[in-house]
């Protein structure tokens, strides 16, 4: 082979090389996004759930309070209002 042969396979070979190592830091960097942006979702769920059941519980224990609380006077005001 000429110089000038060789020169240009090794530089085709390197060139080669430094694409597999750029697809390969890629494929890396696709994993590692996609591995956060699923750990975020997870996240945002998880926070948006105990939300959810903490306003539920709040709201269930209000409507039982007061309804324990207002339940005598309300029938008191429904007895008067029919007598």
Do not use: F
Not at 8 to 37: F, G, I, N, V
Not at 50 to 65: A, D, F, Q
Request: hydrophobic share 25%; no cysteine.
């Amino acid at each position: 082979k000429t110089k000038q042969a060789q020169s240009s396979e090794d530089r085709a070979r390197e060139t080669r090389r430094k694409l597999t190592e750029a697809e390969s830091e890629l494929r890396y960097m696709h994993t590692q996004a996609m591995s956060t942006y699923v750990n975020v979702t997870l996240m945002q769920e998880d926070v948006a759930n105990s939300v959810r059941k903490r306003i539920s519980g709040t709201l269930r224990y209000v409507e039982n309070h007061y309804r324990r609380r207002l339940s005598p006077r309300i029938r008191r005001a429904k007895q008067s209002y029919h007598a």
